[in-house]
Each structure stands twice: as C-alpha cells, then as structure tokens.
C-alpha cells in the first residue's frame, strides 16, 4: 500500500525523503511525490506517475528542493488513476498547505461537495485532495494549524495517516492516524513519521507507535503527541532491533530469492527461544489450562498466504487438539454475523501485522467477547497490540511482495501453538509430542540440505516456463500447500494456476486439462499418497504433463508415473509442508524470472494491504 515518510530536521529533507521512499518501494506503488518547505521559496512540490527514479531524475537526487522540512509518499492508487495529478503530496487552492495520506476518506464526496459549493477548485480525483481542501479551508477559519486539524479530523469517516506540513508552519510537521499504521522516529539531526519502519530505519531506531485517533507535532528538537482533545501524551519508546542489512539485498538478484534462502535461519530463530527441555513454552501468553478446556470453537483467520498457513493449520490443529477448528477469509469473516462468543479463541495470522481487513475481523471477535491470539512479524503492529496474546514470527523484515520466510515462519509457530494447546488439553500421547518437537529442531537444517540443490528447480522452471495455466493438485495437508504454490506462482509470474483438492478433480476441474497441462501434483502426505497418486495416473490419462513434488520415501514410486519430479527430505507429516513448499517458492521465482517479471514488486500488488 502507499508509503508515508516526513523529516523535520537540521539537514535537507528532500534527499532523506527519497532515501527514505526508495527503502518502501518493496511496498508497491504507482506513483510518488514530495513536498519541502524552506524560508525562502515556501512549499515546493515535486511528483510523478512511475518509479521513484523518476521522481529522483526530476528533482536531481532531491537537490532542486531547499528546506529541511518535508513530507514524502509513494501512492497505490484507490481514488483516481495513477498518474501525476493524483500523486501525493497534496496541496490545497492558495498553496499553503501540503499533505500526504494513507488510507481512505469514506465522506469525502459530501465534503467535496461542500467545498466546491463554496467556490473550491480541485485538481485531482483523489479523497485526500478534498482533505487537503477542508484543511486550508478550517486553517482560514481559526488560523491556528493544530485547531485546524482538530476540526478536519472531527469532519472525515475513514482511514488515514497524514503527515501535513504548512507554509506558514515552520519546521513543524503535523502526523495524525485512525487505521492506518504511523511511527515517530527520533533521530540524531531531525525527526521523523513513517508509516512503515524501514523507511528510517538508517537514521534512527528509537520510535514511537502512534495509536488510533493521536495527533503529533513534529519539529527538529521535538515530538509532542496529543490524544484528539489536544490533552497532551506521554508515549512509551520502542527499539527497533532490526538490523539495516536485514532490509537490502546483500548481493542476491532479489529480495524474494534471499528470503526464500533466509528461511531456516528465519525458522530457527522462531522455534529455538520456544523449546525448553524438550517442552513447547510459549511465556507471552498467558492461556491457562482450564480456559483452553473451556474453548468451544477455535477459529483462525487471515488472508491470502496467511490464510494458506491457516489451512495447515487447521488439518494439524484438528489432529492434535481432536477438536473442530475453522479457517476464514478475514474479508468474509468480518461481515458473516459470524457465530464468535466468549468462549471462541480466535486466532489471527498476519506477516505485516497492519492487514485491514484482519484487523477489522479481529476487532469483530473482541466485540463479540471473543479472546484473540495474534501470530504476526512485524513487531508494534496494529494488530499486535490489540491482540490480547501476540506470539511472534521472528522472521525479520521481510521486503519482496510475495511472501517466503514469513510465511514458513507462521507455519511452524502455528505447529508450536498447536502443539502447545495439545499438551494443555492432554490429547497429544508423549511420544508423538517428542517426535514433532525433535523434528521441529532439526526443520533448519534439513531445509538448508534442500536449498543447496535449488537448481533442479531451476531447470524445471527453464522447461515449463511457458505454459499459461497451471493447475496444483494435493490431497489434505498436500492441498493446503499447493494453495500456496498457486498463489505464489500467480501473483509473481502472472500465470494463470489454481489449487485443487485431489479429490475435488473428477467433479468439473478435470474437463481443463489436455495434452501439454501442466499439473504440479503435490505428494508429501504420506497417509493419502496412495489416494494422491490414483490422481496423477488420471490426469497423466488425459495427456497432462506432471511436475511432481514429493518425499525421499515415496521417490521411487512417484518417479514411475511423474515426468518430472522433485524430493525433498522426509520430517514429521505435521511439518511436512514446512519443507514442501520451498520447491514451489523457488518455481514460482524461477518461472516469473525466466517470464521476466518484475519479482519483488508485482503488478497491482502491495506488500501490507491497509484498505478492505
Ligand atoms: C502473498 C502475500 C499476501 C499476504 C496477505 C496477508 O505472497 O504475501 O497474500 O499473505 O496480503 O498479509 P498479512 O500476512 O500481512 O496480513
């Protein structure tokens, strides 16, 4: 989604805008824009549809533009077509005042409306220009920047953060949000808001979490945030731990190839700290026994891969837990009246931790008296801290769109949690606990042994490059997986592919597939392999051409019907997919380079999705 970065300093602003919106552009975006304001030239504004090496050819670096005050966005357009008009920064009719925003302005036809009933001019199609307007017109009205933001805060319905800056504001920059994540940042020549906390990551690490509903007033010496009667607010400071390289390519091709390799550090990170003489110890929750027991519905909701991790999980959890769990789509989850009580524990996944429509169905949970455990990454998230229990993935910053490391790291915390809550309700016997947590243990190494021979994937995605539809096939936990390896393949490669229960097959899918179809049949589960394989001999009868993906025990047998296949070590069937899915993260990179895709920056893609 779009990105938001503003500097009230002792340097120039402009250069550490860029550098700053450059460190989002994992993000996605379609255009990008700043505004600095000096002394002597007042607000100066510079934006542009495309990348934001345009923007930086435009302004040469950020030199054109003097002062050391500024605001900077990267857009993914919502209202209005992508192109210059609409780029962010927004200034109102006099060219007073600048402003960028994330998030969207739900009555802003009405105040537009308003407005140019009384006589307002407005340039671009864009909900934050009419905010931009309303500003000017209340700052006219009271004359006093912060009341005027006061009141426009009061007039719109909808998500935002903003950072505004004003002509006759010096070196003040104003950050307000509801729903849409912003940080302060203090740094040693300036300070800063983000919305997202790569992009100042280089310059400081001390933050501050903005919440719902607060406005801060940002200068070179000092932030000062307010809660939305003015009364003044005294805010924890956070560290960001992450280290600056974490967030750059260090010498891969792409960000997504380094996460895919990142994956058993990532994993080992998130499992050591919870195994502690051989027990699973989650010490940031606080669930106890007895509540467990009194659990009558377990739900798991999130979207996209998350929702895919979710989908594991629920065949793993229903195993462990011998207990019906249910899987839900965030998006329907939030508006299905969904049957949530008190004794419901919902459990929410998601990598970015700012999901929207995540966190409106966790907030409907809460509403409906539900407790809620969050498995997010990114620390001093939203969702995070609403959550009453937030375990995290500590999978590190993790930039390409398309997630890898994020997602295998929510697939082996869900198995940690998973078997947690087992232990608790005594329905897992010791020696299947012990086999999953030995397993579990060695999961990084036996991935390592896996991603040392990356180049039979390669060759596999240099011969079937070139199909335009794909299908993946797999039976329980295999099905689950190759969501996820469909997913992966479209978002990156733009091939069309869909994910299919075995089973499900015979009743529709199967008319698609003719000679040359390609079908990644998925067969790891070793309790249905047999099933799995009856599958492949089918769609092998109507000229399909198989690329399988399997266990070294099954190997053999797989090799006789598949024409292609790929192995990857044996581990518990629990964590099988953890290893399963590697092979189809690197198809999907290979095929989308060989296409000559843009890998970590899909089309029409944004790496958190802020608005429903
Ligand atoms: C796909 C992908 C998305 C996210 C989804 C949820 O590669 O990354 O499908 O999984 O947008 O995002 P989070 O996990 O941040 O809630």
């Given at each position: ?13 402009a ?44 302004t ?11 605001i ?24 007073q005042?600048?402003?960028v ?49 006061g ?25 307000a ?5 912003l ?17 100042i ?34 805010k ?37 700290p ?34 895919h ?17 249910q ?21 929410v ?15 409907e ?22 959550a ?13 769109v ?48 896996f991603?040392?021979?990356f ?64 079908v ?52 518990h069937?629990i ?38």
């Amino acid at each position: 989604m779009c990105g938001i970065i503003g500097f009230s300093g002792r340097e120039q602003a402009a250069p550490i805008l860029l550098d700053g919106l450059e460190r989002m552009e994992y993000r996605g975006y379609d255009s990008a824009g700043i505004a600095v304001r000096s002394e002597t030239k007042g607000l100066q504004v510079k934006k542009t549809k495309g990348r934001l090496r345009v923007l930086s050819d435009l302004t040469h670096g950020g030199a054109d533009l003097e002062g050391t005050l500024g605001i900077g966005h990267t857009r993914w357009a919502t209202h209005g077509e992508p192109n210059d008009i609409n780029a962010h920064p927004h200034v109102s009719e006099n060219g007073q005042i600048a402003l960028v925003h994330n998030g969207i302005i739900e009555n802003y036809l009405e105040i537009k409306e308003q407005l140019q009933r009384r006589g307002v001019t407005f340039t671009s199609d864009t909900d934050s220009e009419v905010v931009a307007q309303l500003l000017e017109y209340h700052y006219n009205e009271c004359h006093n920047m912060l009341e005027a933001v006061g009141r426009v805060l009061r007039r719109i319905e909808g998500s935002y953060a903003f950072g505004i800056i004003c002509s006759d504001f010096p070196n003040a920059l104003i950050a307000a949000r509801k729903d849409s994540p912003l940080i302060l940042g203090y740094g040693e020549n300036g300070n800063f808001i983000a919305s997202d906390v790569t992009a100042i990551i280089k310059y400081t690490r001390d933050v501050v979490y903005m919440e719902d509903g607060e406005i801060a007033v940002v200068t070179p010496e000092s932030i000062d945030v307010f809660d939305s009667e003015m009364n003044p607010l005294e805010k924890q400071h956070s560290q960001v731990d992450w280290d600056v390289s974490a967030a750059e390519k260090g010498g891969y091709a792409h960000f997504m190839f380094k996460e895919i390799m990142e994956q058993p550090e990532a994993i080992a990170k998130t499992v050591s700290p919870r195994i502690r003489d051989g027990r699973v110890v989650l010490d940031d929750i606080t669930l106890t026994a007895d509540y467990v027991r009194d659990i009558s519905r377990i739900f798991i909701i999130a979207c996209g891969s998350s929702y895919h991790v979710g989908m594991v999980s629920k065949y793993n959890w229903e195993r462990l837990l011998r207990r019906p769990v249910q899987v839900d789509l965030a998006s329907e989850f939030r508006y299905s009246d969904p049957l949530v009580d008190e004794k419901s524990l919902v459990v929410v996944i998601s990598q970015s931790g700012e999901t929207l429509d995540t966190m409106a169905a966790m907030r409907e949970a809460k509403r409906r008296g539900a407790r809620t455990l969050a498995v997010v990454n990114v620390v001093g998230s939203s969702i995070a801290r609403e959550a009453d229990d937030v375990l995290y993935t500590w999978a590190g910053p993790e930039i390409a769109v398309a997630t890898t490391k994020a997602y295998s790291t929510q697939l082996v915390l869900m198995d940690l949690i998973g078997l947690y809550l087992a232990d608790l309700l005594g329905t897992v016997e010791k020696s299947e606990y012990d086999a999953i947590l030995a397993e579990v243990q060695v999961l990084p190494e036996k991935m390592s042994h896996f991603l040392e021979h990356f180049e039979d994937v390669q060759y596999f995605a240099s011969r079937y490059f070139n199909h335009n539809s794909i299908f993946f096939i797999g039976r329980n936990l295999d099905y689950a997986m190759g969501l996820e390896g469909s997913l992966k393949l479209k978002e990156i490669s733009y091939i069309h592919s869909e994910a299919y229960a075995s089973g499900e097959l015979k009743h529709g899918t199967i008319s698609l597939i003719e000679p040359g179809t390609l079908v990644v049949a998925l067969g790891t589960y070793a309790a249905l392999f047999d099933k799995a394989m009856s599958n492949v001999v089918e769609v092998k009868a109507r000229g399909a051409e198989v690329l399988a993906v399997t266990t070294e025990t099954f190997k053999e047998k797989m090799e006789k019907t598949a024409d292609s296949t790929i192995v990857v070590p044996d581990t518990h069937p629990i964590l099988q997919p953890s290893l399963g899915v590697v092979p189809l993260q690197l198809f999907a990179y290979y095929v989308a380079l060989q296409r000559g895709c843009d890998i970590d920056k899909p089309r029409n893609l944004a790496k958190s999705v802020t608005v429903e």
